[in-house]
């Protein structure tokens, strides 16, 4: 288990933060207001059996120049029944938060995904994307997640993939998902807002897509275009025992006031985000979204510098785990204390 007794910046000097040890907890929600946020380097679940929480990863461009794989955090091939929740992830250069290849059993929830950097070396590279779920993952969970201010790939589900995509919102993009011809995927309760093109579906490609309460607004899919352009199956391939969707017309509602490291905290970047979504500040550019898109991270004030705020923690010899369920509700929810 990692847990911080101290608040802050931790700048990873361009190389990966790889978490190597399996049945890891990085308990974010641990610290002191306003919490982490890795900076200029990659967080990377490369082990099995893990939890992230509560923490924020904003990459931007690396000092090699690499595009593929420079994501703010993803999990490595191979890994198995890994979970990130309540992450802010932002200012990838490949995507912002994507599933390995081969993986099993991946649940990306309740977490804050935006602003891909569509020219961060100067060269016209535009990999403004959010989350790619890689060739051959199965059982992969998202669940509840905010994507915004992206071209494409929210997600994009690759071959042989099984997954479910369930009471998401997402504001402001281009193309959003993509899946391929081998892939299964269950989507029910997603939100989709800020749409560039109403004339084309939301969920394209050639896999097999069961789809129920998808919606869209401001503005609305053409009255003669569907959700889903793929091929529809009436039974849902892949549903997680005991997941219950919300409706689709409470998911902005509730990812806004629920997504991200800490929504009962939330300073500086994460609050500008979602005051740009509720405020839908990026309508007017729907016709010029690289006008509302980012190039580089500096067009939004550059790397945040948090304060190194300190406390003591005392952990527990039994009841860990309600112990940290304790301090994530604090920073979820406003009127909840630490234990």
Same mark, same amino acid.
């Given at each position: ?16 933060l ?21 900076i200029?380097?990659?967080v ?23 595009? $593929?794989?420079?994501d703010?955090?993803?999990?490595? *091939? ?11 992830a932002s200012?990838?250069?490949?995507e912002c ?7 099993d ?7 804050l995904?935006y602003?891909?950097?569509? *020219? ?16 051959g993952?199965d ?17 994009r589900?690759?071959s042989?993939t099984?997954?479910v995509?369930?009471n ?5 993009? *281009?193309?959003a ?41 401001d ?7 569907s ?5 529809t ?5 892949l ?7 919300? /409706? ?10 629920n997504?991200?490291?800490r ?5 500086g970047?994460?609050q ?15 016709d ?7 190039? *580089? ?12 705020n ?15 369920? $304790? ?9 909840? /204390?630490?234990?």
């Open positions: 288990m990692v847990v911080f007794e101290t608040s802050g910046t931790i700048d990873l000097g361009g190389e990966t790889q978490i190597t040890n399996d049945h890891c907890w990085v308990a974010g929600q641990t610290a002191p207001s306003p919490g982490i946020t890795f200029k380097g990659a990377q679940i490369d082990a099995d059996n893990c939890i992230v929480q509560h923490v924020r990863s904003r990459v931007g461009p690396g000092p090699d120049g690499d595009i $593929q794989g420079n703010s955090l993803n999990t490595q *091939d191979g890994t198995t029944n890994n979970v990130v929740d309540h992450v802010s200012w990838g250069v490949d938060m994507s599933v390995g290849y081969d993986t059993n991946t649940t990306y929830a309740n977490n995904i602003e891909g950097l569509y *020219d961060p070396y100067g060269d016209g590279s535009d990999h403004n994307y959010c989350t790619l779920v890689g060739d993952a059982h992969v969970a998202l669940l509840g997640n905010v994507w915004s201010k992206a071209r494409n790939r929210i997600p589900l690759k042989e099984r997954s995509v369930v998401n919102f997402t504001y402001f993009f *281009d193309e998902s993509n899946t391929d011809s081998s892939a299964e995927t269950t989507w029910v309760g997603n939100r989709y807002t800020g749409l560039m093109a109403p004339g084309e579906s939301i969920v394209e490609g050639s896999g097999t897509v069961y789809s129920e309460d998808n919606t869209t607004a503005p609305q899919l053409d009255s003669d275009v959700f889903v352009e793929p091929s199956v009436d039974e849902k391939p549903w997680p025992s005991g997941l219950s969707a919300m /409706s689709s017309s409470e998911v902005e509602s509730h990812n806004l006031s997504a991200g490291a929504p009962a905290d939330r300073m970047n994460d500008r985000i979602v005051s740009e979504i509720r405020n839908r500040a990026g309508n007017d550019s729907l010029s979204p690289y006008d509302y898109w980012i190039a *580089d991270l500096d067009d939004v004030g550059g790397y945040p510098s948090l304060p190194e300190t406390h003591t923690l005392d952990v527990p010899s039994s009841g860990l785990r309600d112990w940290l369920e $304790q301090w994530a509700l604090a920073v979820e929810d406003p009127n909840a /204390s630490p234990p």
